[in-house]
């Protein structure tokens, strides 16, 4: 069983940063393929990024303006975000992939955190 607690959402004003993490139990962290997901209001699920050893895959909406990372050692994963716009508002959720599958599909994931709400104000 793996459990993932969500961190650092907020209310930030386009343009502006954050930095969401997550936190993970399990102590095989360094082998699952962790990945970030939000949904919007009244919208479906969505991929944002991944991360699987020092590989890194990104939906094109939020390429070059997030980054996501790890910390194996502290059973973390990080996604910063830069430039915000207000289409980036929604609940972010942390998720680990047991597995090999699909990296961005939602199916494939089998853990989830609670999320986080990320509200964008232009």
């Known amino acids: 069983q793996v459990q993932l607690v969500e961190s650092g959402g907020g209310l930030v004003q386009v343009g502006g940063s954050l930095r969401l993490s997550c936190s993970a139990s399990?102590?095989?962290?360094?082998?699952?393929?962790m990945g970030w997901f939000r949904q919007a209001p009244g919208k479906e699920r969505e991929f944002v990024a991944t991360i699987n050893g020092g590989l890194r895959y990104y939906a094109g909406s939020v390429k070059a303006r997030f980054t996501i990372s790890r910390d194996n050692a502290k059973n973390t994963v990080a996604l910063e975000m830069n430039s915000l716009k207000p289409e980036d508002t929604a609940v972010y959720y942390c998720?680990?992939?047991?597995?090999?599958?699909?990296?961005?599909?939602?199916?494939?994931?089998?853990?989830w955190g609670q999320g986080t709400q990320v509200t964008v104000s232009s």
């Open positions: 998720a680990a992939q047991v597995r090999s599958g699909s990296v961005n599909d939602i199916r494939t994931y089998d853990y």
């Open positions: 399990g102590r095989t962290f360094s082998n699952y393929t």
